[in-house]
């Protein structure tokens, strides 16, 4: 199993730009999040999926769109990036399980994306 | 909503020396809890979790926490530290959207 993936690693984009960050799992698992990290402010969640074509916002959605179109892709898109979404993404994934289960994460090693 | 403190920015310690995090939480009710560790670099690792039962958790490479209910406290320990222990870590607790909300992190230096 590789777990979860994403790509690319690093990105740097002009303001305005817009991109996609990929993420895959190979763990069938239902449910996926995209969280960012600022220095000092350890994560916050921007989006998450609970399953195919369902997703919803998380704590620091604005800026950002997500799709779920399939269990195993959940792409996190910028559309005008701006400097304040500089950031690393984290993508991570669980199991749908018992409610005492279903929060152990799997994350990915994450993007590193830079808006000058 | 729920929330994560860190009590610690950073911690520098030397080889040998005993360690202890320390992370309280605000919600009352049943709670999930966990220990990550990111090494420089790298994604987030799990060192460890509580969902019910022993409240001394033992997880990877010789840490530990414990659930203290009446303190809303789940301190990270570990009796020697080695220079490989070098790292940040986050206490986080689990969400009711199935995420995890996480403290902001303790950067943990370990002098050799």
């Known amino acids: 199993n590789a777990g979860v993936t994403q790509t690319p690693k690093f990105r740097i984009l002009k303001i305005g730009q817009s991109m996609t960050l990929q993420c895959t799992q190979d763990?069938?698992?239902?449910?996926m999040y995209w969280y960012r990290q600022d220095p000092g402010m350890g994560l916050k969640l921007i989006y998450y999926?609970?399953?195919?074509?369902?997703?919803d916002k998380g704590e620091v959605p604005n800026g950002y769109n997500v799709s779920r179109s399939t269990t195993e892709d959940f792409p996190l898109r910028l559309e005008l990036a701006a400097p304040s979404q500089t950031s690393v993404y984290f993508c991570?994934?669980?199991?749908?399980?018992?409610?005492?289960?279903?929060?152990?994460?799997?994350f990915g090693p994450g993007t590193r994306l830079t808006v000058l | 909503a729920q929330s994560v403190s860190q009590h610690n920015h950073h911690v520098i310690l030397s080889e040998a020396a005993s360690l202890e995090l320390g992370c309280n939480y605000s919600?009352?009710?049943?709670?999930?809890l966990f220990w990550y560790v990111q090494y420089p670099g790298q994604h987030l690792q799990l060192l460890l979790k509580y969902f019910s039962g022993d409240p001394l958790v033992k997880g990877i490479k010789g840490f530990e926490a414990e659930f203290i209910k009446s303190k809303f406290s789940f301190n990270l320990r570990k009796p020697s530290v080695q220079w490989s222990d070098t790292a940040e870590y986050f206490c986080?607790?689990?969400?009711?959207?199935?995420?995890?909300?996480f403290g902001k992190g303790t950067k943990l230096s370990v002098k050799p």
């Open positions: 919600y009352g009710g049943t709670v999930n």
């Open positions: 991570a994934s669980s199991a749908r399980g018992q409610r005492a289960s279903y929060n152990e994460q799997f």
């Open positions: 986080a607790v689990g969400g009711s959207q199935g995420n995890l909300i």
């Open positions: 999926s609970v399953g195919a074509g369902i997703t």
């Open positions: 763990m069938n698992h239902n449910y």
